[in-house]
Nanobody
Framework: VQVVESGGGLVQDGGTLRLSCAASGSVVSIDSMGWYRRSPGKKRELVAAISSEGQTYYADSVKGRFTISNFRDNSKITLSLQMNNLRPEDAAMYYC?????????????????????WGQGTQVTVSS
């Protein structure tokens, strides 16, 4: 499975960005998908996740501001993260990841150990 992100960039405090991720290959068995972020000096954290059945998870810090969505067919998954009202503390490298694990396990393993395939990351910078 190949995972490729796009959509990062520089935005002002309060601005909006939309991240996209394309996972292709043998994706039929992928059950969970999510966006992680890591900023210097901090641990990688799960920001938002979605299951193949549409269940969602959001970190407390992004609830009400970020929205995760996905579209899939037998050969490709398109995962998006709409980020509104961005804050300087949202600045980080954002990574898309997909997993064969069930959503309950995936969403409760915030460090990323439950993810099986990762993208290369896309940088989000928020200026104050």
């Amino acid at each position: 499975v190949q995972v490729v992100e796009s959509g990062g960039g520089l935005v002002q405090d309060g601005g909006t960005l939309r991240l996209s991720c394309a996972a292709s290959g043998s994706v039929v068995s992928i059950d969970s998908m999510g966006w992680y972020r890591r900023s210097p000096g901090k641990k990688r954290e799960l920001v938002a996740a979605i299951s193949s059945e549409g269940q969602t998870y959001y970190a407390d810090s992004v609830k009400g501001r970020f929205t995760i969505s996905n579209f899939r067919d037998n050969s490709k998954i398109t995962l998006s993260l709409q980020m509104n009202n961005l804050r300087p503390e949202d600045a980080a490298m954002y990574y898309c990841a997909v997993s064969y694990s069930d959503f309950g396990f995936f969403s409760q393993t915030p460090g990323g150990d439950a993810s099986d395939h990762w993208g290369q990351g896309t940088q989000v910078t928020v200026s104050s």
